[in-house]
């Protein structure tokens, strides 16, 4: 055998005995859990007539927007927006939400009080990829002016390899 594919075999032996102990091994992951919360205030039509956009403050701070995509009369009185969120956080990644539904009861014929705003994350970039969670909101939304504040509370869980 030429000394070429002798040196050649040992330098692949090598790589191979280097990459022996990741082999096999599999990365646990876990969920680090922990409670956020803060608000969220935006300006209705900034892109479209029904795409707010905003900013966000607290645990989750950076850019938000929300898309009304139906607006629903209830027989009590009460009024659902059915709205899709999009976020972008300070560092840069973005968070994922499922659709969500905001129950509100009108105040005057343009502001609406939220009584029930439930808000799923399910996944992102970054440190938020496979991340989940569940936010109450509070709010108030102003159609006269376009503008909208929310309270929101819950709790983040963020996978974590170990």
Do not use: W
Request: some cysteine; glycine content about 10%; overall charge neutral.
């Amino acid at each position: 055998m030429p000394v070429r594919n002798v040196r050649r075999a040992v330098s692949v032996l090598a790589a191979l005995v280097l990459a022996l102990p990741a082999f096999g091994q599999q990365k646990s992951i876990t969920r680090q859990c922990s409670p956020v919360g803060g608000t969220m205030s935006t300006n209705l039509a900034v892109i479209g007539q029904s795409t707010t956009m905003g900013t966000a403050t607290g645990d989750l701070r950076g850019a938000v927007a929300a898309t009304i995509l139906n607006v629903t009369q209830n027989s009590d009185g009460t009024v659902s927006f059915t709205v899709q969120h999009h976020f972008v956080n300070d560092s840069g990644d973005t968070i994922t939400f499922t659709r969500a539904t905001a129950l509100t009861m009108p105040l005057s014929t343009t502001r609406y009080a939220v009584l029930n705003y439930p808000v799923h994350i399910n996944g992102g970039t970054g440190k938020y990829a496979n991340a989940t969670a569940d936010l109450d909101s509070i709010g108030e939304v102003d159609m006269g002016s376009g503008q909208t504040v929310f309270r929101y509370t819950g709790r983040l869980c963020l996978a974590v390899e170990e």
